[in-house]
């Protein structure tokens, strides 16, 4: 197991992998950063309003820095970091948003778009 880890082909696979994704979230956000980013950091009510929209206007272009630097290998390990910061932070708002009782879906979606 040791090795596999090891190999730099093993790495770089998985380095294009998350690259992929991250890039891919973040063209997806930046199509309409109004509704999928900053409309989604809002539903989420874990942030100040005041810190909200900043924090969702940002958000997906560090996705997409992270990304880039991730494909193209620039500044792969700040770029891992930023991801892995990312991630824990998704993480932990979706877990607030669930021990709330609160649906991810109706978190993402807003009341207004639920039926």
Known sequence: MKKVVANRHVILVFRLILAAFFLTSSYGKLVDIERYSVDAVYNFGILPMALARPFGLVMPFIELLCGLG??????????????????????????????????????????????
């Open 70 to 115: 991730l494909l193209f290998g620039v500044l792969t390990r700040l770029s891992a970091l930023g991801i892995a910061l990312m991630s824990l932070s998704f993480f932990i708002a979706k877990a607030i948003v669930l021990s709330q009782g609160r649906s991810i879906d109706a978190v993402v979606l807003g009341p207004s778009l639920i039926r």
